[in-house]
């Protein structure tokens, strides 16, 4: 079992910044991709951005300029720098791990509210 807990959540203005992190623990050999997903009050949870164990990023249309995902291998841990915060990016934010066979963690979310 892998555990991930998510920090950093919080309060801000529009136009702000805040940083999540994201740390994972428990029986981990090896962790492939990491990356962060969101999901907003009624709508479904989509993906913000994602990194690999080689550092290769992908982010969404609607984060790309203003997010950068970062990971650090040695302590298995990813964060998730959010410049120019708009109301639109209000949401819980959740940290996912995959390891190997494809197998997948979450966590249990933290929440970012953007005021206009």
């Known amino acids: 079992q892998v555990q991930l807990v998510e920090s950093g959540g919080g309060l801000v203005q529009a136009g702000g910044s805040l940083r999540l992190s994201c740390a994972a623990s428990?029986?981990?050999?090896?962790?492939?991709?990491m990356g962060w997903y969101r999901q907003a009050p009624g709508k479904q949870r989509e993906l913000v951005a994602t990194i690999t164990s080689g550092g290769s990023t992908d982010y969404s249309d609607s984060v790309k300029g203003r997010f950068t995902i970062s990971r650090d291998n040695a302590k298995n841990t990813v964060d998730l720098q959010m410049n120019s915060l708009k109301p639109e990016d209000t949401a819980v934010y959740y940290c996912?791990?995959?390891?190997?066979?494809?197998?997948?963690?979450w966590g249990k979310g933290t929440l970012v509210t953007v005021s206009s």
């Open positions: 996912k791990v995959v390891v190997s066979l494809g197998i997948h963690f």
């Open positions: 428990g029986s981990i050999f090896s962790i492939n991709a």
